[in-house]
């Protein structure tokens, strides 16, 4: 994404709190995912490309305190498996062995019986993995299931896309980046009251006809 | 052979037939008038034909898998030239296990070959799938079991060529359809079988869909499996649907090792379980 296409957002969406606002969003899908398949408890691990490593995003459930923030290598396991290949896995110990799920372990001591991974894809970009561990263990698996998991996915792939632009966005307006000068002049003209907001606005105007920029209508 | 003979020597494909030159290309074979499952694979255990497993690596020697004819790691240097190695990690997350066991276990007498193109972390990871899937190709494997696909629109084009390369040499590619409505490669292309899951228990269950671009179907749901440690789980997905129509490829080639991958698909579909009544 382009600093421009950052801007917009930036200004677009407000941006101060937004992260906060996506990242409730991302924590009530897991609640929704969770209860919807009646399972011990979901995340949300977010794909770290610099350090190629998956971050615990949202959690509900079993690890709710622990897994948090928590990171581990993206290329292993089988949230590593499901990001590498974009595809959605359905997984369970049918004979309760205690190295199962190691990744979702390590760290945690809670070791889930069984596991539905889906990738957040949006548009050609993987964003990170939607899990939900511990079905009831009666309950066997079906494909209605597969697609319901993959329609949460699609949801929270949205939910994480607007999470990451609000922070790219936050990020301009705490000054990171030499455009990051006007996202702060927008937000403090919109901030000032109607006469100077006025004021300001015609100075941003001219300011834009100098430097040879279209202003609007 | 015809008489047209390349500049470099080499003797040209036959782009057309000349008449009198129908013998030719006359089949080895004689297709019966109902292809039936017994013609088909009918006391085949799969012998000799060699099977690659493109995917997380497979644990060599685990029970339900049995011996690997080799095992490869692929990498990607820094001038973008593809690394074999021998692989010496086994298998990553325990996928390609599954998928090499359910292979076996449909098809016991074939040979297991692994071509790992995960683990490496996540950067890079399409090149190296495309590497992997070309060291495949120049392997020569009769069959390529892939249940996995890529988002990347770059990478598409490669694929399809790989993909296209791979029919015309008799190297049958066997891929995973995408378990979510997006757009992936490359089990898209016709030049691959391409197969999603039913519900079914019974591993030799199949069924032609004719709305492709899915065109079989297989069991993938609920299958007790080979995973890494020596383990045994129970999983479900199209990744797991694919091993089962390549176990089922293999007990066919086995058989009928002249059949090209048109024929192959045409058994396929002659012996699907909703066209030859599974017979």
């Given amino acids: 994404m382009t600093e421009e296409r950052d801007l917009r957002a930036a200004v677009a969406s407000g941006v101060v709190g937004s992260a906060e606002s996506?990242?409730?969003?991302?924590?009530?899908?897991?609640?929704?995912?969770?209860?919807?398949?009646?399972?011990?408890?979901?995340?949300?691990?977010?794909?770290?490309?610099?350090?190629?490593?998956?971050?615990?995003?949202?959690?509900?459930?079993?690890?709710?305190?622990?897994?948090?923030?928590?990171?581990?290598?993206a290329g292993h396991g089988i949230a590593g498996w499901v990001l590498a290949t974009?595809?959605?896995?359905?997984?369970?110990?049918?004979?309760?062995?205690?190295?199962?799920?190691?990744?979702?372990?390590?760290?945690?001591?809670?070791?889930?019986?069984?596991?539905?991974?889906?990738?957040?894809?949006?548009?050609?970009?993987?964003?990170?993995?939607?899990?939900v561990l511990d079905r009831p263990e009666?309950?066997?698996?079906?494909?209605?299931?597969?697609?319901?998991?993959?329609?949460?996915?699609?949801?929270?792939?949205?939910?994480?896309?607007?999470l990451l632009r609000a922070r790219r966005a936050e990020r301009i307006l705490e000054g990171e980046g030499d455009l990051g000068v006007v996202a702060r002049l927008a937000s403090a003209v919109s901030a000032l009251e109607e006469e100077r907001r006025e004021a300001g606005m015609r100075l941003l105007h001219d300011l834009a006809g100098t430097l040879g920029a279209r202003t609007g209508p | 052979?015809?008489?047209?003979?390349?500049?470099?020597?080499?003797?040209?494909?036959?782009?057309?037939?000349?008449?009198?030159?129908?013998?030719?290309?006359?089949?080895?074979?004689?297709?019966?008038?109902?292809?039936?499952?017994?013609?088909?694979?009918?006391?085949?255990?799969?012998?000799?034909?060699?099977?690659?497993?493109?995917?997380?690596?497979?644990?060599?020697?685990?029970?339900l898998v049995g011996e690997l004819e080799s095992a490869v790691s692929i990498t990607v240097g820094e001038g973008d030239e593809t690394i074999v190695t021998e692989d010496e990690l086994g298998d990553v997350s325990g996928h390609g296990t599954a998928c090499a066991g359910i292979v076996r276990s449909l098809a016991p007498g074939c040979s297991l070959s692994s071509v790992r193109v995960l683990g490496q972390g996540f950067k890079g990871s399409g090149n190296i799938l495309l590497a992997g899937l070309r060291h495949a190709v120049e392997?020569?494997?009769?069959?390529?079991?892939?249940?996995?696909?890529?988002?990347?629109?770059?990478?598409?084009?490669?694929?399809?060529?790989?993909?296209?390369?791979?029919?015309?040499r008799r190297t049958v590619l066997v891929a995973s359809a995408h378990n979510m409505p997006v757009e992936s490669y490359p089990w898209k292309f016709s030049s691959v079988i391409s197969v999603g899951s039913h519900e079914e228990p019974d591993p030799l269950t199949f069924?032609?869909?004719?709305?492709?671009?899915?065109?079989f179907f297989g069991r993938g749901v609920n299958v007790e499996v080979a995973w890494a440690g020596?383990?045994?789980?129970?999983?479900?997905?199209?990744?797991?649907?694919?091993?089962?129509?390549?176990?089922?490829?293999?007990l066919i080639l086995a058989k009928h090792p002249e059949l090209t991958p048109f024929q192959l698909k045409n058994v396929l579909y002659l012996t699907a379980s909703n066209v030859g009544r599974g017979e």
């Fill in chain 1, 138 to 162: 009666n309950a066997r698996f079906s494909l209605q299931e597969m697609d319901l998991l993959g329609l949460f996915a699609n949801q929270a792939a949205i939910a994480v896309d607007l």
């Fill in chain 1, 22 to 73: 996506f990242q409730a969003l991302l924590g009530a899908i897991v609640q929704v995912a969770r209860a919807i398949f009646g399972a011990k408890a979901s995340s949300i691990l977010l794909l770290d490309e610099e350090t190629d490593e998956l971050v615990f995003e949202a959690v509900v459930g079993e690890g709710e305190e622990s897994l948090l923030g928590m990171r581990f290598p």
């Fill in chain 2, 139 to 168: 392997e020569g494997y009769d069959l390529v079991n892939m249940s996995l696909s890529t988002t990347k629109k770059p990478f598409a084009a490669i694929l399809h060529e790989l993909a296209d390369s791979a029919y015309f």
């Fill in chain 2, 1 to 63: 052979m015809p008489e047209a003979v390349a500049h470099a020597g080499e003797t040209l494909p036959a782009w057309s037939l000349p008449k009198g030159e129908v013998d030719r290309i006359a089949l080895s074979m004689e297709w019966p008038e109902r292809v039936t499952r017994e013609w088909a694979w009918g006391g085949s255990q799969g012998e000799g034909v060699r099977v690659c497993i493109l995917d997380s690596g497979v644990e060599g020697g685990h029970p």
């Fill in chain 1, 86 to 131: 974009r595809t959605p896995l359905v997984i369970e110990d049918v004979r309760k062995d205690p190295r199962f799920a190691a990744d979702v372990a390590e760290g945690t001591g809670y070791v889930p019986s069984g596991l539905m991974a889906a990738p957040l894809l949006h548009d050609e970009e993987i964003l990170g993995v939607l899990e």
């Fill in chain 2, 207 to 215: 069924f032609y869909n004719p709305s492709p671009p899915v065109e």
């Fill in chain 2, 230 to 250: 020596g383990r045994t789980v129970s999983v479900s997905g199209n990744s797991f649907a694919t091993p089962h129509l390549t176990g089922i490829c293999a």
